[in-house]
């Protein structure tokens, strides 16, 4: 049982790559999030989803989409990077109870 | 706006003593409180929680108190452990929102020997 799996770790791209970051949860959650952490911020939510094929905005969604196509699986996207989206990416799941249960993070860069 | 305030960036506490984390919020509907810790290069884990029917959780060395009337919550560390050094956020929900959490900025706890 791995939990809630973060694909890749660490990202270093150029202004205007794009990127896709991928979560994975073997919990078989229903609720799936992706929050930002920047310093003195606390964790911001981008983007979060209900249920496979569902999603909504959260906090801070521009400049990013996401996709739940499979239940076990969160993407998130980013179609033109820019500098103000160096961050620390964690996403999250949960059945449906208030704690959620986090991933790892992926350290992104974008120069 | 921030919703969630936690106003202490940093806390040094001898091994043995107290920890007290606080915490204050300003969404009257946020009615779920949780504490999370969080080490270097991993992500959050969940601590502890307390629902606002209640004024009080407790587990083992870690008890949160709410104050509803003030928007007020602490985190209480009895005793301290050098292990206990990580960054604390606090985080708030409310019913019917898809669980979804509001976080405040996080106070990095040291625990000394």
């Known amino acids: 049982n791995a939990g809630v799996t973060q694909t890749p770790k660490f990202r270093v791209l150029k202004t205007g790559q794009s990127m896709t970051l991928l979560c994975a949860q073997d919990?078989?959650?229903?609720?799936m999030y992706w929050y930002r952490q920047d310093p003195g911020m606390g964790l911001r939510l981008i983007h979060y989803?209900?249920?496979?094929?569902?999603?909504a905005k959260g906090e801070v969604p521009d400049g990013y989409n996401v996709s739940r196509l499979k239940k076990q699986n969160f993407l998130l996207g980013l179609e033109s990077a820019a500098p103000s989206q160096t961050s620390v990416y964690f996403c999250?799941?949960?059945?449906?109870?208030?704690?959620?249960?986090f991933g790892p993070g992926t350290r992104l860069t974008v120069t | 706006d921030q919703q969630v305030k936690q106003n202490s960036p940093s806390l040094s506490v001898q091994e043995g003593r107290i920890s007290i984390l606080n915490c204050d919020y300003t969404?009257?509907?946020?009615?779920?409180f949780l504490w999370y810790k969080k080490y270097p290069a991993e992500g959050p884990t969940f601590l502890i929680s307390?629902?606002?029917?209640?004024d009080k959780n407790e587990d083992g060395r870690f008890t949160v108190f709410l104050n509803k009337s003030a928007k007020h919550l602490s985190l209480h560390i009895v005793p301290s452990q050098p292990g206990d050094s990580a960054v604390y956020f606090c985080?708030?929900?409310?019913?019917?929102?898809?669980?979804?959490?509001?976080f405040g900025t996080g106070t990095r706890l040291q625990v000394t020997l």
């Open positions: 999250a799941s949960t059945g449906g109870r208030v704690e959620q249960y």
């Open positions: 919990m078989n959650h229903e609720y």
């Open positions: 989803s209900v249920g496979e094929g569902t999603t």
């Open positions: 969404n009257s509907m946020f009615d779920y």
């Open positions: 307390i629902s606002s029917i209640k």
């Open positions: 985080a708030a929900s409310s019913t019917g929102t898809a669980s979804k959490l509001t």
